[in-house]
């Protein structure tokens, strides 16, 4: 884990956030899941630090997998659906992603890629956060790197530093919180730091986003897809 810290935010603890929500998940359909757990304790952090947040589980936004055949006859499904509707109500989202053969789930790829079909789709312009636990060394960072791939291709800002916690079958105490002290330190700053940039960009006036997909030599309709985000007005 690789981190930044915001001298304002913590030398002014006190100081009253601006409204942000956030929308967090762990990306595994175990109940038990060490990502669901750290999705939990990055909730409670960032209530603490002033956000909102709507907590979510990976069934929810659980689809078939992909099939534009599908998609013609029946429509997006209902999965998809609530994940388009949370990300369109926060301000930014953050997801706990377990690593699965070096890559990410194919539960949260497949979400993502049904998701993608909406247009406007709603990943454009959002900021994320993403985060890993596993009881390997790597704390499934290798997998986080897989991850940012679909979201910053489809236009989300993809905070630069990402938090994985290695041998999470045993970092965590029975409060739900990371036992060693370091490690819950950086993780809670570094969630700070990321409310931070998620309320700036939420505020800043006249703040605009154009997100291009073009996979052709030429622009034409099946190879293309251009949307402008909306203009932000100060708040």
Same mark, same amino acid.
């Given at each position: 884990?690789?981190?930044?810290?915001?001298? =304002?935010?913590?030398? @002014?603890? &006190?100081? +009253? =956030?601006?409204?942000?929500?956030?929308?967090?998940?762990?990306?595994?359909? $175990?109940?038990?899941?060490? &990502?669901?757990?750290?999705?939990?304790?990055?909730?409670?952090?960032?209530? %603490?630090?002033?956000?909102?947040?709507?907590?979510? !589980? @990976?069934?929810?936004?659980?689809?078939?997998?992909?099939?534009?055949?599908?998609?013609?006859?029946?429509?997006?499904?209902?999965?998809?659906?609530?994940?388009?509707? $949370?990300?369109?109500?926060?301000?930014?989202?953050?997801?706990?992603?377990?690593?699965? &053969?070096?890559?990410?789930?194919?539960?949260?790829? /497949?979400?993502?890629?049904?998701?993608? $079909?909406?247009?406007?789709?709603?990943? /454009?312009?959002?900021? #994320?956060? !993403?985060?890993?636990?596993?009881?390997? @060394?790597?704390?499934?960072?290798?997998?986080?790197?897989?991850?940012? %791939?679909?979201?910053?291709?489809?236009?989300?800002?993809?905070?630069?530093?990402?938090?994985?916690?290695?041998?999470?079958? %045993?970092?965590? &105490?029975?409060?739900?919180?990371?036992?060693?002290? +370091?490690?819950?330190?950086?993780?809670?700053?570094?969630?700070?730091?990321?409310?931070?940039?998620? *309320?700036?960009? +939420?505020?800043?006036?006249?703040?605009?986003? %154009?997100?291009?997909?073009?996979?052709?030599?030429?622009?034409?309709?099946?190879?293309?897809? !251009?949307?402008?985000? *909306?203009? !932000?007005?100060? #708040?």
């Amino acid at each position: 884990m690789h981190g930044t810290m915001s001298p =304002r935010r913590l030398d @002014m603890t &006190n100081e +009253k =956030r601006c409204s942000v929500k956030l929308l967090v998940f762990g990306a595994s359909l $175990r109940e038990a899941s060490l &990502n669901v757990r750290l999705a939990s304790l990055a909730a409670r952090i960032a209530e %603490q630090k002033g956000a909102t947040v709507e907590r979510s !589980v @990976m069934t929810d936004f659980e689809c078939p997998s992909y099939d534009m055949d599908a998609e013609l006859s029946t429509g997006i499904p209902s999965g998809a659906q609530k994940l388009r509707e $949370r990300l369109i109500a926060a301000d930014g989202f953050m997801i706990a992603s377990p690593e699965y &053969n070096a890559s990410i789930p194919g539960v949260l790829k /497949n979400a993502i890629d049904w998701t993608s $079909r909406f247009r406007p789709q709603p990943f /454009n312009g959002k900021q #994320g956060f !993403v985060m890993a636990a596993s009881p390997s @060394m790597t704390g499934g960072k290798i997998g986080l790197w897989a991850l940012r %791939q679909p979201l910053e291709h489809l236009g989300a800002r993809v905070y630069p530093d990402m938090f994985a916690l290695a041998q999470a079958h %045993q970092a965590f &105490n029975d409060s739900g919180r990371i036992a060693d002290a +370091k490690l819950q330190h950086w993780f809670e700053t570094t969630i700070d730091c990321f409310i931070d940039l998620v *309320e700036a960009s +939420k505020h800043y006036p006249n703040l605009k986003k %154009q997100w291009v997909e073009f996979l052709g030599e030429r622009p034409e309709a099946a190879t293309t897809r !251009v949307e402008m985000g *909306e203009t !932000v007005a100060a #708040g």
